[in-house]
């Protein structure tokens, strides 16, 4: 990657810093380009020094943005395939995954592992790979073809993804109850009192309990540190949902 290309991502207002070459982790400590984006001075000697660096945007308010990452090979493609598509830019990842880049809201919006599964949410304190940078594999970042950053103006985070972000904002880590359901939850608890289980490549899909549903529409999964992902399509709460399950059988 030039350090054309990476002055052009400053000039765009991202906060910069350059990669490990074909590699995701920073080449230098990022923490102060949390606070403070690099100058033009700055980028152009640090991709002098390694000219086949890649580069990253932090994400959050010093660049304006916030970024979802769907992984495909973690069902990343299915937990979105009931949410509306994005028409804003958007990045095809070296492994086959997508970045969807979205206007930050202003508020505090932290970095969320397993928003859904196979769905990080990258805000305050994390940061993306940019195209045109190598993946590990050899394959590079790119922008989907007129979705370029500048190209198309940043979508405002959409209603459901911030009902999805006060939710994980405000859940218990140890959330109270019967010690079936007890803390933490356990999956097998979880899909034993659900109907209509079904295994999926990753996670499972069941009929949600906080509502009348025909259609297996509740989402289970396992994010950060194994904690328990439930997702109703249909739009019931983490709070209902947790409740419908409390409720003796």
Known sequence: MSALSALGLLRAGCSVIPLRPRDKRPLLPWTEFQRRRATEAEVTALWAATPDAG????CGRI?????????PRNGGNVSLAGFPSSHGPTVR????????????????VPKIPGLLPGVDLQGEGAYVVAPPSIHPNGRPYAWE????LGAVPLPALPSWLRRLIRERQHLPSHPPGPHSLGAPLEVAAILGRL????????????????HEDTTPSLSIGLGHEG???LHCFSGCSYAAILAALRRPA
């Open 145 to 148: 073809s007129g979705r370029e």
């Open 63 to 71: 660049s304006s943005l916030v970024v979802l990452d769907e992984d």
């Open 227 to 229: 904690r328990v992902l």
């Open 195 to 210: 109907h209509g289980v079904r295994r999926l490549r990753v996670g499972w899909i069941a009929c949600c309990p906080a």
């Open 93 to 108: 990842t070296g492994s086959g995954g997508r970045h969807f880049y979205f206007a930050h809201p202003g508020d505090t």
């Open 55 to 58: 580069a990253a945007i932090v």
